[in-house]
């Protein structure tokens, strides 16, 4: 029997990260955290771009046009979706969530998911980093697995 696992090796990788611009106070911190993960695995912080988009639904449409180009071992998606009195979140995360898995799938780059989707502001900032963990570094440490276990594949 072969087993075959990924390690945490960013070293001479290059990432980026698509980040939405909406409730961005709570999405700067999964940006630092996930910045923060990427160089404490050995990533230059040369070799991160940052791209913005205006609102988690744009994030599947830059990560097309993004890895089109080729030029990232991975990609880390960030956002936060919080329970407004519509349906219009469950639409939103749904899209996103969907876009993003069908992404990672179609190019076989690794795109890590750090889309928060909260029913209060304050479980979004719980989940950025204030009380349980940081999303935005837990999805980079999942790129970091993948991009190397992709390479061994």
């Known amino acids: 029997m072969k087993e075959v696992k990924g390690s945490y090796v960013g070293k001479g990788k ?14 700067k911190n999964l ?5 923060d993960c990427l160089v404490r695995h050995g990533v ?12 988690s639904f ?21 956002g936060v979706i ?6 219009h979140f469950d639409f939103i995360a749904s899209e996103v969530t969907k876009g993003i898995a069908s992404i990672s799938m179609s190019t ?13 502001a304050e479980q979004a ?10 999303k935005g570094f837990d999805s980079a440490l999942s790129v970091l697995e993948m991009t190397d276990l992709i390479e061994k594949i």
């Open 58 to 78: 744009e994030i599947p449409n830059a990560l097309v046009n993004i890895l089109k180009k080729k030029k990232y071992s991975g990609m880390i998606a960030l």
């Open 14 to 27: 290059k990432f980026g990260i698509v980040i939405s611009k909406f409730n961005e106070a709570i999405g």
């Open 125 to 134: 900032k719980d989940r950025a980093g204030v009380k349980s963990g940081n």
């Open 82 to 87: 919080i329970r407004g009195e519509t349906p």
């Open 44 to 55: 230059a912080e040369s070799s991160i771009d940052v791209y913005w988009t205006p609102g």
């Open 31 to 35: 940006l630092s955290g996930a910045i």
């Open 108 to 120: 076989g780059i690794p795109v890590g998911f750090g889309i928060i989707t909260a029913d209060t």
